[in-house]
């Protein structure tokens, strides 16, 4: 690891800790050099499919995306963050179980709408509204009924 200071190359861990929920690595390292200290985390990266828009264009997939469109749905509605980490979650699990390295953004927005439709039919109805651009009132009652 190069020094953050110094720019030198040789550096020794002098302490490493592992986070409460085990998932990130703390290393407080020091550099051979400059004698300066400083911390470092080392944490999975995990590989989540790229997602093809409408488009065509490919992008990474960003799950601060899907958190503001979900907590926009669910503006003034009676879900905790809690609900909407854990949803965030169950989209990812299933994106990674997938095994495929893209997936379409009309799958991603069915996976949220899925989710959404099981936190609070509100903002189910809100987001399919927007989601699937309604452009009838009757395309409107249809999803309400079929809730």
Do not use: W
């Not at 264009?57 to 963050?81: G, I, Y």
């Amino acid at each position: 690891m190069r020094c953050p200071f110094c720019s030198h190359e040789d550096t020794q861990v002098v302490e490493t800790r592992d986070s409460d929920e085990g998932d990130v690595v703390r290393r407080r390292r020091r550099c051979q050099s400059c004698d300066k200290r400083f911390t470092t985390y080392e944490h999975a990266e995990i590989a989540l499919p790229s997602v093809v828009k409408k488009d065509g264009r490919r992008a990474e997939f960003d799950p601060a995306k899907v958190r503001a469109s979900m907590t926009l749905a669910l503006r003034k509605r009676p879900v905790s963050v809690e609900q909407i980490d854990a949803a965030i979650e169950r989209i990812q699990d299933k994106l990674l179980n997938s095994g495929t390295k893209e997936v379409l953004s009309a799958k991603l927005g069915e996976l949220v709408m899925r989710e959404l439709k099981r936190i609070d039919k509100v903002a189910y109805v809100r987001f399919a509204s927007v989601y699937r651009s309604f452009e009838d009132v009757n395309e409107f009652r249809q999803l309400i009924r079929d809730i």
